[in-house]
């Protein structure tokens, strides 16, 4: 979680909000609500994240 919090710039409470229906593997893409300005993006998950999640 520590990578992908580096790789895809999230915040400590965008971090912690995570949940896992948020991580779609099978999709390869991370949604993620920023909370700063309300917005939902989406970000893909790389090979190498995808790996260590799944570790």
């Known amino acids: ?4 919090c580096f790789i895809h710039g999230l915040r400590t409470t965008e971090l912690r909000s995570l949940r896992l229906q948020d991580v779609d593997l099978a999709g390869n893409r991370l949604n993620v609500s920023r909370l700063k300005n309300g917005f939902s993006v989406q970000h893909p998950i790389q090979p190498h994240e995808k790996a260590a999640i799944l570790a």
């Open 1 to 4: 979680m520590l990578l992908m």
